[in-house]
């Protein structure tokens, strides 16, 4: 059985910041994209960022360009999202999930796994 599991939410002030991690068990490491998402209180789940395995390409939704990076290693079967200035706007749950092929995709119906979220509160 596939697991995900998010860590390193928490508060955070303004402008600071958080590294989130995802751990990925059950299996190897072998979907071809992995992403973030995150849904804020009241609202939709929305997407974050996407990357390849193979390649390293990868995409970020336009309110978090130039301030979040994601990254992996595939060798220890992990995910993660550094976040640098954050918002009070980017407070969110926040998922990571495992993509269904490795194209580009903002729809989370093309993700197969999903961890349980992590709460980031961005807050003075």
């Known amino acids: 059985q596939v697991q995900l599991v998010e860590s390193g939410g928490g508060l955070v002030q303004p402008r600071g910041s958080l590294r989130l991690s995802c751990a990925v068990s059950?299996?190897?490491?072998?979907?071809?994209?992995m992403g973030w998402f995150r849904q804020p209180p009241g609202k939709e789940r929305e997407f974050v960022a996407w990357?390849?395995?193979?390649?390293?390409?990868?995409y970020y939704a336009n309110s978090v360009k130039g301030r979040f990076t994601i990254s992996r290693d595939n060798a220890k079967n992990t995910l993660y999202l550094q976040m640098n200035s954050l918002k009070p706007e980017d407070t969110a749950v926040y998922y990571c999930?495992?993509?269904?092929?490795?194209?580009?995709?903002?729809?989370?119906?093309?993700?197969?796994?999903w961890g349980q979220g992590t709460q980031v509160t961005v807050s003075s």
């Open positions: 999930a495992a993509g269904r092929t490795s194209q580009f995709t903002t729809d989370p119906d093309e993700y197969d796994y």
């Open positions: 059950g299996r190897t490491f072998s979907n071809d994209a």
């Open positions: 990357i390849r395995r193979i390649g390293g390409s990868t």
